[in-house]
């Protein structure tokens, strides 16, 4: 069975921190997504990262694949109460076409 | 776009009853998912449809979930009879082209089902 495990699973912080989220597996994968979950919502999807050692931004969002294509990180700088919420990454399973999804890190960012 | 749809959004019922969660994918979007979160087991997928066929249902967990594709505009799933293990928030999501290495998944507001 594959897994995505994540860390940390919940996470309280400050308005003005920075922050970095982690996504684990022992499989290998094609690609590798990360979606943001806000309370009552659906999740939203934030990147898509295919190549590993691939870095993408988006705003004050870093997304990182690892060289390896087994892990990848989302780091955020100056966080803000707006980034509340549950992070999701989601990966293709191997010899399916079907994405499976980690265990969640909740986000709190205090005012 | 209005986006996904689904319905209700919350539902409260009665162990043994039958429950039926609907579902309108975005026009044109060829690939709907049914997925069920929660807190203990995280978002699962359930069963997945291209062009109105069911595609792969191996994480429907039990014979008591069914469900169904009638055209490209709506999706049912329905479980029967319900169990309080079900209570949990289930997703409709659609895609345009598949499961593909790009592509992006949309999903609904959820429908809260409590099984008392």
């Known amino acids: 069975t594959q897994l995505l495990e994540q860390s940390p699973q919940f996470l309280s912080i400050q308005e003005g921190e920075n922050l970095t989220v982690y996504c684990n597996s022992s499989s290998v994968f094609s690609s590798l997504q990360w979606y943001r979950q806000e309370p009552g919502e659906g999740p939203v999807l934030l990147v898509t990262v295919v190549t590993g050692g691939e870095v993408k931004k988006l705003k004050r969002l870093t997304f990182q694949f690892g060289d390896a294509r087994k892990d990848s990180s989302l780091h955020i700088t100056a966080a803000q109460p707006g980034d509340t919420g549950l992070y999701l990454c989601a990966a293709m399973g191997s010899g399916t076409y079907k994405y499976i999804f980690g265990t969640g890190t909740r986000l709190k960012v205090l005012a | 776009d209005a986006g996904v749809i689904q319905s209700p959004r919350h539902e409260v019922t009665e162990m043994g009853q039958e429950v039926t969660l609907r579902c309108k994918p975005i026009?044109?979007?060829?690939?709907l998912f049914w997925y069920r979160q929660t807190m203990m087991r995280g978002l699962e997928l359930l069963i997945y449809f291209n062009n109105n066929v069911p595609i792969d249902d191996s994480g429907m967990p039990e014979d008591r979930f069914s469900a169904k594709m009638p055209n490209a505009s709506f999706s049912t799933l329905k479980i029967q009879p319900s169990e309080p293990r079900d209570s949990a928030v289930y997703f409709c999501a659609s895609s345009l082209q598949g499961t593909g290495v790009l592509e992006t998944q949309y999903f609904g507001p959820g429908t809260r089902l409590l099984v008392l």
């Open positions: 026009s044109g979007h060829d690939y």
